[in-house]
């Protein structure tokens, strides 16, 4: 076997030998090339002294930490300094704050609707009702000119314009007369009537 082996096997299997890392079947086989070439065993103890020193040269091992001491560290620490006194009462005077900013947001929510009925009934109610004329303009008028003379009269546009070029514009009944006859006066409108 050793004339099989070359230099560095023999090498590595004398210093696993020496380091006690091989199995019985290798240990024999070592032994058995220790007996066949009595030359060997002055590198075995060389590499013996080698394990040795290798070994005293390595740091001592340290004991395992027990269980105990493991969940003690990756635990949570049970000596938590004092919160300062104003902490307690900050939980609770916060959830009491969004109570009284939902109460006031629902209570303006509510006041705004009350007073937007009020003003709709109020407006049918108060006023006098509208007037509608149905009013077709010149083809060739500019926008800015209806624009202009609806401003004037004080009138709106509620529907139009038609098929035939209509439009329905509402006019407060106050306004009625003096719209109708500005309508007719303007020079840009083909007919003015009242919507009856």
Sequence with gaps: MADVLSREERGELLFSYAA???DDA???????????????????AWYEAVCDGVIES??????????????????PKRAQAAAPFWRAW?????GALIVVQAVAIGWLASERRETQLYRSAASS???????VFVVAFQPETPEAKVRAL?????????????QMGDYHVAVPA??????QQLFQDSG???YVRRQE
């Design 20 to 22: 006690g890392t091989l």
């Design 26 to 44: 290798a240990r024999r086989g070592v032994e058995a090339l220790l007996d066949a070439d009595p030359g060997l065993r002055n590198e075995l």
């Design 58 to 75: 390595l740091p001592e091992p340290r004991a395992l930490p027990s269980a105990d001491d493991i969940v003690d560290r990756i635990g």
């Design 90 to 94: 900050l939980a609770p005077a916060a």
């Design 125 to 131: 109610r108060g006023e006098a009702k509208a007037v």
């Design 150 to 162: 609806l401003v004037k009269a004080g009138a709106t546009i509620v529907d139009g314009p038609k």
């Design 174 to 179: 106050n306004r009625a007369q003096y719209a």
């Design 188 to 190: 840009i409108t083909e």
